[in-house]
């Protein structure tokens, strides 16, 4: 039995995070692979491997796991994060 070795690599420098926790560089990369599925109907799809590798590196296990129910259940709350608020 041959075993293949795999480069383990970490989640590359967001500048648009470089200060800041990463709780919000998380949920943005988790929201974009959904975004990604959701557009490619393919979670292994090509162009969705990036976000997947930054949240799974970047999320707890545990946040993951809910917003995976929430995926389940259509109650992921998919909001575009680039967008600015509304003023009133």
């Known amino acids: 039995m041959t075993v ?7 989640a590359p ?12 560089h998380c949920f943005w990369s988790y929201s974009e692979f959904q975004r990604c599925v ?3 109907g393919d979670a292994a799809a090509p162009e969705c491997a ?7 590196s970047l999320c707890p296990s545990e946040w993951v ?3 995976n129910e929430q995926v389940e259940k259509g109650a992921f709350p998919l909001v575009d994060l680039e967008k600015k608020p509304a003023h009133h």
Request: glycine residues 0%; positive net charge; aromatic residues 16%.
């Open 50 to 56: 990036e976000f997947a590798k930054v949240y799974r």
């Open 38 to 40: 959701k557009k490619t």
């Open 65 to 67: 796991n809910k917003w």
């Open 13 to 24: 420098l967001d500048p648009r995070f470089a200060f800041q926790n990463q709780a919000r």
């Open 4 to 10: 293949s070795k795999e480069e383990v690599k970490t």
